[in-house]
């Protein structure tokens, strides 16, 4: 079938459909296991795509892209050890379904960032909007600004810091894990949580339902100093610790008058 050659030299066939892989443009410029490519001009499908041809194909450790523009669903999917450097800002659903990856993100992030993350560490310099590490099963999430209404929503492992402020829900229906939050944290705290644990040195505007004051030991002392040392953090300030009351353990076999007993 005959091919048309269109804008930045992706070939189409003659029912206007890109050909297998045509859209990876190979734009990078690539130093030993570095590359460097500018997303500017580039759609979404075409970041992915060269970020997949950089690191399967090229076996490149170190990927820098520049002028992300906020696009959505950049950085998806990444299910190999590597370092990823986004300069500027991402829009939803950045870095998730991932395993293995490094990355800083230079701006803020949309809402849905890193969601159901395996492994890794991601860095976000500014602030992250709702639903941030959604589903999060391994590795860290760090938020050097302020985060959305439910962070960390049905989160079943892995660290979520955040050195400002988070919104409501925060830690809804948690599972496992923990939460280390600086700053003030809005309505309903661990909301209908069944373990982990949430680390809180601000002020809470509410607890959420099943989530009650725990106490603290020495794990605690380590794992909080642990992890400040590890991602520069400096000094960590103190502490208040939340974890599971699991009164709603056996909820859904309860009558009705005792559910209002329980709640």
């Not at 859209?23 to 580039?42: N, Q």
Request: one cysteine or more.
């Amino acid at each position: 079938m005959e091919s048309l050659v269109g804008e930045r030299g992706i070939s189409y066939d003659a029912r206007g459909l890109a050909e297998p892989d045509a859209a990876v443009l190979k734009v990078s410029e690539i130093e030993g296991t570095r590359a460097v490519f500018d997303a500017k001009e580039m759609s979404t499908r075409q970041i992915n795509l060269e970020l997949r041809w950089l690191l399967y194909e090229q076996g490149m450790r170190e990927v820098t892209v520049r002028n992300p523009g906020a696009k959505h669903s950049i950085g998806v999917g990444i299910l190999t050890r590597c370092k990823l450097h986004f300069e500027g800002s991402l829009g939803y659903f950045g870095c998730g379904l991932i395993d293995g990856p490094e990355i800083v993100i230079d701006g803020r992030v949309g809402w849905s960032a890193c969601e159901n993350m395996m492994s890794g560490v991601v860095t976000i310099e500014r602030n992250a909007g709702s639903l941030t590490a959604a589903a999060l099963r391994g590795g860290d999430v760090i938020v050097k600004g302020q985060v959305g209404a439910r962070t960390g929503i049905d989160q079943k492992g892995g660290t979520i810091i955040v050195l400002g402020q988070a919104g409501s829900m925060t830690g809804f229906m948690m599972q496992r894990g923990r939460q280390i939050l600086c700053g003030d944290v809005g309505h309903g705290l661990g909301d209908s949580m069944y373990d982990g644990t949430i680390y809180v040195a601000g002020k809470i505007k509410s607890l959420g339902i099943d989530c009650v004051p725990g106490e603290w030991n020495d794990a605690d002392t380590e794992l909080i100093e642990r992890k400040f040392r590890i991602h520069g953090l400096g000094s960590p300030p103190e502490f208040q610790k939340f974890v599971c009351g699991k009164k709603l353990y056996n909820y859904d076999n309860l009558e009705p008058a005792e559910r209002k007993l329980v709640l």
